[in-house]
């Protein structure tokens, strides 16, 4: 059974830093490319980023509003996927889910609040 | 700045058709903006439906299609059950960053 469980999620200063983690199961993490997806409160889907498995390249790619502020990484020994948010804005006020194309995590609620 | 549109809201009788879009700012949509297709229902997680315009995952209802449509992704549902009731979203790729629609919420009365 698939499973991605984000953590890391919490309350956070503007200008601040959070790390989350998404830990995967239930499939081959090393051969899949992982995405984030955020949804703040009462509104749409937004695409974050995008991280290929190490064989097709491991590059990433970034939605405009987050560009130079957020990177994502894997670690495929612990079948982990991470999201590094730098220079947080109230705008990144959101649920984060981790997802693998076809199977979405439960989320995680970032706070970007003084 | 891309942008998708879909639209706001849909309402349709039980057993019914209905059919929701997905337009591109930046022209027609094409099988290479690999349309994506997901339900969300309240408090829940969204659930893919369609992936790469029309497939179907192994869990996606038979009566969920997935096309293009005049210039635009379009996903279809044909005996619209209760449980169909649900917000809606697309998305496409634009040279490897995906652009999510604002998302449709369909009622069904």
């Known amino acids: 059974e698939v499973q991605l469980v984000e953590s890391g999620g919490g309350l956070v200063k503007p200008g601040g830093s959070l790390r989350l983690s998404c830990a995967a199961s239930?499939?081959?993490?090393?051969?899949?490319?992982m995405t984030w997806v955020r949804q703040a409160p009462g509104k749409g889907l937004e695409w974050v980023g995008r991280?290929?498995?190490?064989?097709?390249?491991?590059?990433?790619d970034y939605a405009a509003p987050v560009k130079d502020r957020f990177t994502m990484s894997r670690d495929d020994s612990k079948n982990t996927l991470y999201l590094q948010m730098n220079s947080l804005k109230t705008e990144d006020t959101a649920v984060y889910y981790c997802?693998?194309?076809?199977?979405w995590g439960q989320g995680t609620l970032v706070t970007v609040s003084s | 700045q891309t942008v998708v549109t879909q639209e706001p809201s849909l309402t349709v009788s039980p057993g019914g058709t209905v059919t929701l879009t997905c337009a591109s700012s930046?022209?027609?949509?094409?099988?290479?903006?690999?349309p994506n297709w997901f339900q969300q229902k309240p408090g829940q997680a969204p659930r893919a439906l369609i992936y790469?315009?029309?497939n179907k995952h192994s869990w996606t209802p038979a009566r969920f299609s997935g096309s293009l449509l005049g210039g635009k992704a379009a996903l279809t549902l044909s005996g619209v059950q209760p449980e169909d009731e649900a917000e809606y979203y697309c998305?496409?790729?634009?040279?490897?960053?995906?652009?999510f629609g604002g998302g449709t919420k369909l009622t069904v009365l």
């Open positions: 997802v693998k194309y076809d199977y």
């Open positions: 239930g499939f081959t993490f090393s051969n899949a490319w």
């Open positions: 991280i290929k498995s190490k064989t097709d390249g491991g590059t990433t």
């Open positions: 930046t022209g027609a949509v094409t099988s290479g903006y690999y």
């Open positions: 790469s315009t029309s």
């Open positions: 998305l496409l790729y634009y040279g490897g960053v995906g652009v």
